[in-house]
């Protein structure tokens, strides 16, 4: 009878029990390893983590197969509810032998339109944050070449293929040469975001996943955590 007191105490406070999360592709190079160090805190706690492109995440959230999920771009369903935790900056990428006259001064994204671009599928975090820009500003690409991963895109960009917008932290994860181009409103403000259903109980163990995040992503991602507000008991 202890134990199973103390179990259910645990379970209580979500210091045991399963934790199911599905993040984005581009989540990827940063969430394993804070996902690692919460397991390494939290040993009882059983995890399981889905990677896929944002149609595959959505319906993941559609059939609310997940206790949480993380998104570049939250779903716009009513029964979404996001919380801004960590900055994706967007950065353009290009060839290590790339020619600029001053590598230090800020380039104007109109000499680049010209330029081929690798780019993910029109529905990928980037790509839209991308696009949105591009409408914003009134500027238009006339060679465009979709690439299906990250991935592809840095190799691509590595070998010569043309240029890239990709997350800034791809490049710090890559160690093939690529230059980042100094262009003028570059990086974009861009930011992931947890997500849940909005009208259904947080488990345990996700709040104390959230509440983790809150806690130490100042201290493990300094320079591009958010500040997150502290989840309230259901």
Known sequence: MQELRLGLAEASAGSRGHLSLAIVTTANYVMPRLIGQFGRV??????SLFTGNRQEILQRFERNTDDL??????????DAQSLAFLRNPPVVIAPPDYPARNREKAIGFDSLQGERFLLRES???????????????????????????????FL???????????????????T???????????PLKAQWHLVHKKHQRISSVARVFM????????????????????????
């Open 42 to 47: 939290y040993p009882q706690v059983e995890l």
């Open 123 to 153: 529905g990928s975090g980037t790509c839209m944050s991308f696009s949105n820009w591009l409408i914003r500003n009134g500027h238009t690409l006339t060679n465009r070449l979709q690439v299906a991963s990250n991935e592809g895109i």
């Open 211 to 234: 509440d983790y995040l809150r806690d130490q992503l100042p201290h493990l991602e300094p320079e591009y955590s958010l500040p997150m507000a502290k989840i309230r008991e259901s």
């Open 69 to 78: 999920y993380i998104f570049s771009h939250p779903p716009a369903s009513s």
């Open 176 to 186: 093939e040469p690529v230059r980042v181009l100094p262009v003028k409103s570059f």
């Open 156 to 174: 691509g960009v590595a070998e010569g293929l043309g240029l890239g917008v990709i997350s800034e932290h791809v490049v710090r994860c890559r």
